[in-house]
């Protein structure tokens, strides 16, 4: 129960709804005058943020009384990206250090708010928005769109697709629609990369890019989906293996956008362990860093053993250095 919410008729439920943060505009439609905000804030009951928006206690503000200040401070204001997909159930890791991300019209007055991350748009359509908990947030495809162009790395930026569409959140026909009316964002070729492994099939789509990066560096290309027992006698299907001889071999395990789940990572490593086991040597990659980044992924093959094919290894491969 926030301070003193209970002495006005329908203020309690309208402040549970919003976290206790209010309009000016909505507390006086509740009856509640400016003469008695201004006493409750003198009486340090409640705190202003902003011309006006006002928060219903004197204690600082949580991760979603933050996203209610950060709207209601605004003319016209929808949440977006992270926080958007945030409120849609996306998982992910350190979610409370993340910033909360508002989108408003280009040109918009806002107060500057501690971890509130303002970006101006002149695509803004909050006619549009997704309203989860009576939020306005911006519809879910543009979210990992936006949430996938703003990252720092075009690596993360697929990562995020990929765990989009893993956690079915939203599907590869949404996504490949709001690419065709985003306009120019950054990344936007690896984005569309994601997206056609997602519609078509990230783990096919990975052993293409294996295959490919075999054949560029001279390496030999590995037994595909190999059936192999492990150390308990289950069967195990490795994404790529080479033998080494003396019965060890190495296998290259791909991970693509299932790998992101903590469930499906705690059984990877049980699996590698099984497969160590065997005598087997076990090396992990991203599907991103097979097609975009292999150089580290090759030196590390030909450490181990990996063999050249055999009409390659005399005129020599390319190895990306």
């Known amino acids: 129960m926030y301070a003193r919410v209970d002495r006005f008729s329908r203020l309690d439920t309208l402040a549970e709804l919003q976290h206790g943060v209010l309009h000016r505009r909505q507390l006086e439609s509740l009856g509640v005058g400016e003469t008695t905000v201004r006493a409750q804030i003198r009486a ?19 991760r979603r009384q933050l996203m209610w200040l950060a709207v209601l401070d605004a003319d016209v204001a929808v949440l977006g990206s992270h926080t958007s997909l945030e409120l849609a159930g996306f998982r992910t890791f350190a979610l409370e250090a993340e910033l909360v991300h508002l989108v408003v019209p280009r040109g918009s007055k806002v107060t500057k708010l501690p971890r509130v991350q303002v970006h101006e748009s002149r695509r803004l359509h909050p006619d549009r928005a997704v309203l989860t908990g009576g939020l306005p947030r911006t519809p879910t495809a543009q979210s990992v769109i936006d949430a996938a162009a703003w990252q720092p790395h075009p690596r993360f930026a697929a990562t995020i697709v990929a765990a989009a569409v893993q956690q079915q959140l939203v599907g590869a026909s949404e996504l490949e629609a709001a690419l065709r009316s985003v306009g120019r964002v950054r990344h936007k070729r690896f984005i569309r990369e994601a997206v056609a492994d997602a519609a078509t099939g990230a783990h096919s789509a990975s052993e293409l890019d294996l295959a490919r990066l075999c054949r560029q560096s001279g390496i030999a290309q590995p037994a595909r989906q190999v059936r192999r027992r492990d150390s308990s006698g289950r069967w195990r299907y490795l994404d790529a293996e080479w033998d080494l001889g003396h019965g060890e071999s190495v296998v290259l395990e791909v991970d693509g956008s299932q790998h992101m789940d903590a469930a499906q990572w705690q059984d990877d490593i049980r699996r590698e362990r099984a497969v160590v086991v065997g005598r087997k040597w076990v090396l992990r990659a991203t599907a991103f860093e097979v097609r975009h980044e292999p150089g580290f992924l090759i030196r590390d093959l030909l450490a181990f053993g990996v063999p050249r094919a055999p009409d390659l290894s005399e005129s020599g491969g390319v190895i990306a250095q």
């Open 44 to 62: 340090e009951r409640w705190h202003p943020v902003g011309p006006g928006v006002v928060l219903l206690q004197n204690a600082p503000p949580d």
